[in-house]
């Protein structure tokens, strides 16, 4: 009977815990459901709020004691310089985003190779200011040289498929344009060679006169009606 006693007990203990901590994670829904009506700081300050709550549930602590005072005043500073962190995070990606538009403003004019290799340049040094912070600065200077080698030999394998590629191009247009030429130039050889034995048999290079056609020319013969006629 006492295994079951404790048991019981166990098992009341866990439910009140359950309920507890589920009533919990109801009034936190519904303070960020208020909040995000209201919109800007009053979401920010539900979510203060509810890791507060979290917090001194998970310690046991009552609200309105010195306890829970000084761990609401920690929360709150916590939050504070996290917020603080991600602002100029997002201020730094911002400035980073402007300086890259600007950067492709000013290369208006350059080659595409040129501008592809100057951003991706401007892109490696952004990052690497933002891992310096991480990583530290000198390994931060080791990934940006890296990065930059990798660069040099992407824009130097672009450079030559470009320049490859127009040679390609060049010589095919060249050979386009040769057979061309040459299949003009035979036939107007063909046309001259047939035209040839006309030519040469015309009276203009035999000193020939060409023969008449038929019926053209009066014979040498004379009409019937003249014949036997004699002069006066």
């Given at each position: ?121 401007l892109r490696n040094q952004q990052q690497a200011a933002r891992l310096a912070g991480e990583i530290g600065v000198e390994a931060a200077q080791r990934w940006l040289a890296t990065q930059e080698q990798i660069a040099d030999t992407h824009a130097l394998k672009a450079y030559a498929d470009a320049v490859r590629q127009t040679a ?65």
């Open positions: 009977m006492r295994v079951n006693a404790e048991a019981d007990a166990r098992q009341r203990l866990d439910m009140a815990k359950w309920v507890a901590e589920t009533d919990a994670q109801m009034a936190a829904a519904r303070r960020l459901a208020d909040a995000e009506a209201k919109g800007g700081e009053a979401v920010a300050e539900a979510n203060v709020q509810n890791k507060i709550a979290e917090e001194l549930a998970r310690q046991r602590i009552g609200t309105g004691t010195k306890e829970a005072g000084v761990i609401a005043a920690k929360i709150r500073a916590l939050e504070g310089e996290n917020r603080a962190r991600r602002a100029a995070a997002e201020q730094r990606s911002a400035d980073d985003d402007l300086s890259y538009a600007r950067t492709e403003l000013a290369l208006m004019g350059q080659t595409e190779q040129a501008r592809e290799r100057a951003l991706v340049s390609d191009t060049i010589a095919t247009d060249w050979a386009e344009t040769l057979f061309d030429a040459m299949t003009m130039r035979k036939s107007t050889s063909s046309r001259s060679i047939r035209a040839w034995p006309a030519f040469a048999r015309s009276p203009a290079r035999t000193g020939t006169a060409a023969p008449p056609k038929r019926g053209s020319f009066p014979t040498s013969t004379p009409p019937e009606s003249v014949i036997g006629r004699t002069l006066p």
